[in-house]
């Protein structure tokens, strides 16, 4: 049994193991609400809408989109950037609360690995459509080819980028399927109907629960733990580095690794309490969601948007120590007070001074303001990918380069494609996968009388 | 079924922990234990072990060994070409792919030998001897042969906090 001194019951209600694989299991036994199908029909509707901006995009070419030769990033590499940042959610999630024996992470994991997996999938779509030949995506693959054999450059981040992500959606996948494999079979061992039965049995991979299975398994995600943690660092400190290896200004700068990693978990942390707000709301989930776990995440966001607003200043003030003529026009007279000053006045007031908010009790206790910060957050989020990525290729060292961008409704199309794919994908996680963790959550369901009161329980940990 | 099979079930973790290792002072093992998530006392306890940590640390050093020699042998020996002034062997720069590319080794091989080991794989038809045991109860096997002496013992110790079926 766990008994934590800090923390107190993870789970309310008193509630027996039965109890836990029932409740949470409920939403996939029970029928499908008719809100489920409604939702499902809008997010296949901006899905289709962003299929055809992909239709558009591939056919006719990147002419249709905003980009010009001065700012030839747009809101692809802006919306890249901003999903692989909410991807980043999960696996730090998991894994850094893992290190450091967080146990209240059980009940919010499952739904921030998920998250990842369909974040890091939308975002792998927008360097491969900007690449205006999608078809010959292989290229970038260092096989034995025809062309010499001729390799990629491996000095390049934006080959690490491409070795970065895939092995990111691979790991993230592969991590969160094994942790679901338990409760396949909970599902297959509690079905009524032959079907789910079969389905959820073929899935499970034959799992019994097993000494031998449970011995490999607890090995498993140590050794995926361990080595996740150092991906998951790294993976948003190459993604940084696209743009800091580049002699630009704004963008040549150190700070940007750990800067784009902590705004990469900061946005994720938003995108899980979004995401967890929206399942106690909708599958009454408050006894495993319980509003002291809600509480720890908004404090983890304080910290972390503490963190940000000093990376802002940090690097306005580095841009004045410097004495770079062109790092000060940058930050003084582009970014602060520029055409895209309300970009950067959103980011700055959305990501370091809203959460701050948080610091109020009355805030942290009331979900609605919660969610609707949460949403801020993440608004607030994107906005900074905009200020790094417009506003330094539209101010060129060459005033004659100078150029705006906004962007045509493809490219906006293709983004609300994303959205509409993350929702039917969330919408489908919540209908055939357990939302909460089953096994790992049981391992910390605390009774207060464990086999009323006959034995003593030991605590592990 | 040929073999004859004695399964003790438990309600929570606490008694199966007291009854395995007063059962394991008296020398009789359960073939298996089966539980709705790790037991490290049972873990710990049975006579099982893993190695999949080392094996681990063994993918990930010829991993990162045969990367960077790849890495090595396509810009340095195969098709030498100057990217930007640097050397041909930009080592450090060659360091980010080999981390990255190494990590996803280890945990695909990982993976397939936890598969492989666990016996946990696509396909697989599930040998269930408690249908409650992925959800609420801790059931301890026993073979009935292998135990013929100590049965009565055995018995009582089971049934002081759980049951038999």
């Known amino acids: ?461 | 079924m040929s073999k004859k099979y004695i399964l003790g079930v438990f309600d929570d973790e606490a008694t199966l922990v007291d009854a395995f290792e007063k059962l394991k002072d008296k020398g009789v093992m359960p073939v298996e234990v089966y539980t709705p998530y790790p037991v490290h006392e049972i873990l710990e306890g049975m006579p099982i072990k893993t190695r999949i940590t080392h094996a681990a640390f063994f993918y990930g050093l010829f991993a990162a060994l045969g990367i960077l020699g790849f890495l090595t042998y396509a810009a340095v020996i195969d098709w030498p070409l100057r990217y930007g002034g640097k050397p041909f062997n930009a080592f450090p720069s060659f360091i980010v792919v080999t981390i990255v590319a190494t990590i996803l080794s280890i945990t695909l091989l990982t993976l397939f030998t936890f598969s492989a080991r666990a016996k946990v794989f696509p396909g697989k038809k599930a040998e269930i001897f408690h249908e409650r045991a992925t959800d609420d109860k801790f059931v301890m096997v026993f073979d009935e042969d292998g135990i013929a002496n100590d049965s009565e013992s055995l018995k009582a110790i089971l049934t002081e906090h759980g049951k038999i079926e």
């Open chain 1, 1 to 461: 049994m766990y008994n934590s001194a800090v923390r107190g019951k993870l789970i309310d209600g008193e509630k027996s193991f039965s109890q836990i694989s029932k409740e949470i299991l409920a939403p996939i036994h029970a029928k499908t609400p008719l809100w489920w199908y409604a939702a499902m029909m809008v997010s296949l509707g901006m899905f289709g809408f962003g299929l055809y901006c992909k239709y558009i995009t591939v056919s006719t070419g990147i002419g249709t989109w905003g980009v010009n030769n001065s700012v030839a990033w747009g809101w692809a590499i802006i919306n890249f950037v901003w999903w692989i940042g909410i991807g980043h959610a999960g696996t730090a999630f998991s894994i850094f609360l893992l290190i450091l024996r967080q146990k209240w992470r059980t009940a919010i994991n499952r739904a921030a690995e998920a998250m990842t997996v369909v974040a890091v999938f939308c975002a792998s779509l927008f360097p491969l459509l900007h690449m205006g030949r999608p078809w010959l995506f292989f290229f970038i693959f260092p096989y034995p080819n025809t062309r010499g054999p001729l390799w990629v450059n491996f000095n390049s981040p934006l080959f690490w980028d491409f070795v970065a992500i895939s092995a990111y959606l691979l790991i993230s996948a592969s991590f969160w399927y094994f942790g679901m494999v338990p409760d396949f079979a909970t599902i297959r061992d509690t079905a009524k109907s032959k079907i789910k039965k079969a389905v959820y049995g073929f899935f499970a991979f034959g799992w019994t629960g097993s000494s031998r299975e449970w011995l490999r398994f607890e090995g498993l995600s140590f050794v995926l733990g361990g080595i996740a943690a150092v991906l998951v660092v790294s993976v948003h400190s190459i993604v940084s580095t696209d743009f800091a290896v580049s002699v630009q200004a704004g963008w040549h700068t150190t700070i940007f690794p750990p800067y784009f990693v902590i705004g990469a978990i900061f946005s994720g942390f938003a995108m899980v309490l979004t995401l967890v707000i929206t399942m106690r709301g909708l599958y009454n989930m408050n006894d495993f969601i319980t509003d002291r776990h809600v509480d720890a995440v908004c404090r983890i966001l304080i910290f972390i948007s503490l963190i940000m607003g000093t990376a802002y200043m940090t690097e306005i003030f580095i841009a004045w120590y410097s004495a770079s003529e062109y790092e000060t026009y940058m930050f003084f007279k582009n970014r602060l007070f520029g055409d895209y000053a309300f970009q950067f006045w959103a980011m700055f007031t959305a990501n370091a001074v809203i959460p701050q908010l948080f610091w109020f009790k009355a805030v942290r206790k009331r979900m609605w303001i919660v969610f609707i910060i949460s949403i801020i957050i993440n608004i607030g989020m994107w906005f900074e990918r905009f200020n790094i990525v417009v506003t330094t290729l539209s101010r060129d060292y060459l005033p004659a380069a100078w150029a705006n961008y906004s962007p045509t409704y493809v490219e906006i199309g293709f983004f609300v494609g994303t959205l509409g794919m993350f929702l039917a994908g969330v919408l489908l996680f919540f209908r055939y996968i357990p939302m909460i963790a089953i096994s790992e959550l049981k391992s910390v369901a605390k009774f207060d009388k464990p086999n009323n009161g006959q034995l003593k329980a030991k605590s592990h940990e």
